[in-house]
Each structure stands twice: as C-alpha cells, then as structure tokens.
C-alpha cells in the first residue's frame, strides 16, 4: 500500500508539472505577440514624438496600408491558407459575428439607459459597444499573434463589423446629430467596397474558380502585402503620440463606452460561442476581433453630421491606449 500511495503520489505531481508548463508554455507563445505588438507601435510613438515623420504621415501611411498593402495580403492568405473545399466549409464561421454585433448593439442600449447617457451622446456610446476597429488593427494584432492563417477569420469578423456599423450604428450617430436618415441598400454595398474588402472577395472568387495564380505574382503579394502589419502599428503608435491626455475626463459616458468596448462586446461573442460553434482558429480571432479598439469611422462620421465628434474623438483614443492593456489580458484568457 505504501508503494502504491508513493507511486500515485509522483504521478500527481508529475501531472501538475507538466499542466503548469504547457500552460505557461503557451502563455509566453501568447505574450511574445503581444511584445511584437508593442515594440513596433512603441518604435512609432517613439520616432513620432522624435520629430521623424511629416504631418500627415499617418494619414498617408494609412492609406497606404489599406489600399496598397491589405488587398494583396488577403489574396496570398487565402491561396497560403485554403483550398476550395476548406474555403467553403469556413463559410458558416460568417453567423457568429453578426450574432454577436447584433447582442452587444442590444445590451449597449440596456447599458446607456442605466448610465443615463445623452441623447447627444447615446449613439455613438452604443456604437462603440459593438463596433470594433476591425481591420486596420484587428488584422495586424491577430496576424502577429496567430499568424497568416488567421486572416481569412479576420476578414469575415470585419464584414459583419462593417455590415453592421452602416446598418445600425451609421443611424444612431446621425440620430445624435439630429438627422432621420437611413441609408439604402445601394448606399451600404458603396460604403462596403473597402479595399481590403475588394481583395478578399476577388481572392475568394479566384479560389472558388481554381485559378491558379503564377509563383513570382504569390511572391511580390507576400512582400507587398507583408508591409500591413509594421506599417499599422507604427500608425497605432504615432496616433498615440498626438493624443492630448491631459484634456481627457472619465466620467460615465467615457468609462461606460470603454467598458462597453473591452468587456461587454467579447463576453456577448463568448456567451455565444457554445451556441454557434466555429472552427478553433475563427473562434480566438473573434474574441480579438471583438475587443479591439474602437472604430476610426465612427469619429468620421460624427464630424461630417454633426453630431459629438470631440467625445467620439475622445472614445477613439482612450480606446486606442487601453487597447495596449486589454489586448495582452484577452491572450492570456485565450492561452
């Protein structure tokens, strides 16, 4: 009995061991991301507040990043990463996130009538509980930390999340400015033709047609399309330089929206998970996906209608800093 009880007590630990080394195993994987992630958004504030880039560099560098560099990486992603028949097999991943869009637009509306947020306000506080920044920084953290491959996941979370901004939340902040209008279905396919967006539809259509695409044209699109995620996150990091910290107040309309924007999105996408199950890939993206900063348009917008755009500027930045922290905690969550 004695040998026995000392046997089972060395397979105890050993197991204890080895669980508490895979999972921090897979926890450094996570973190090492996340660095990556960091040092280049931090390389950018750095040369930023250094004086390096003009004043317009992360306008330029944006546009160069969505209409240059993005189109061709969904191209070589999807033809690196799927097959025609895997392709087709990933298309049910798309209910998810339109599932999940749609729950946190309802419980943002629950959310800003508990806080009691302003008319004035409640539109852009309720979009930015279910719109995330999807593509210009959803898809460069979610490629440095899960690689290439998760892409294509990137691609249809970004769909829904922009589907749902020109359905849903576009209203809402014309509503906070005063304004009855909804946009047509014509409106919204124009507003849907992104760059990024055109290149995921043209890969698709391209794999679906088994075209094969020659070997030095899946090349140049690697080492085009691999500019994306430095090119980002240098802009993450000069956009953080010229934040004005000091003119920021947390009172509930600020803290409500990020708590909306970091907590309620991914754990209405988490809730849902069991529900509408996805492959393991879409399923850690999503979660990504769905605690991402805020998005850029919806500051756009709010200034060309009329509505609070100095709060949707204020939303977009705190967001875009808290982002730094929350990102890293949704990883350690996923490892």
């Known amino acids: 009995h004695e040998i026995h009880w ?10 204890t061991f080895f669980l508490f080394f895979t999972c921090m195993d897979a926890i450094l994987q996570g973190l090492s991301g996340i ?29 160069l ?36 869009i749609f729950a946190s637009y309802l419980a943002g509306h629950v959310l800003a009538s508990l806080l009691h947020i302003s008319k004035g306000r409640r539109g852009i506080f309720i979009c930015t509980c279910c719109i995330a920044n999807a593509i210009f920084i959803g898809v460069p953290v979610n490629v440095a930390l899960f690689g290439e491959a998760s892409v294509p996941s990137c691609m ?7 589907t749902m901004f020109w359905a849903l939340g576009a209203y809402l902040i014309i509503r906070d400015a005063g304004g009855e209008h909804r946009f047509t279905l014509k409106e919204m396919l124009l507003k849907l033709r992104t760059p990024p967006l055109m290149g995921f539809a043209a890969g698709v259509i391209l794999l679906l ?30 956009q953080m330089s010229q934040i004005p910290l000091s003119s920021i107040h947390f009172d509930k309309d600020l803290v409500g929206a990020m708590a909306g924007r970091f907590l ?12 509408i199950p996805v492959s393991e890939m879409s399923s850690k993206v999503f979660l990504m996906q769905a605690g991402m900063p805020a998005m850029t348009n919806m500051t756009i917008l709010a200034t060309a209608v009329g509505a609070d755009a100095e709060y949707s500027t204020t939303v977009n930045c705190v967001s875009l800093v808290l982002g730094v922290f929350f ?7 996923l490892s």
């Open 35 to 63: 660095f990556e992630v960091v040092l280049i958004a931090g390389l950018g504030f750095f040369l930023a507040k250094k004086g390096w880039f003009w004043e317009n560099a992360a306008k330029d560098l944006t546009r």
């Open 264 to 275: 309620l999105a991914p754990l209405c996408l988490f809730l849902l998970l069991p529900v």
């Open 209 to 238: 047609a088994n075209v094969p695409i020659p070997h030095f044209a899946m090349a140049a699109m690697k080492y085009v399309g691999g500019m994306a995620t430095p090119m980002a996150l240098m802009v993450i990091g000069i």
């Open 156 to 162: 249809l979370y970004y769909l829904a999340n922009t």
């Open 6 to 15: 000392s046997l089972f007590s060395c397979s105890i630990i050993e197991k």
């Open 327 to 333: 990102v890293p905690f949704y990883m350690y969550m």
């Open 65 to 100: 990043t969505m209409t240059v560099a993005l189109p061709p990486l969904m191209i070589h992603s999807l033809y690196a990463n799927f097959t025609h028949d895997a392709l087709i097999a990933a298309a049910p991943d798309l209910v998810l996130p339109f599932v999940s």
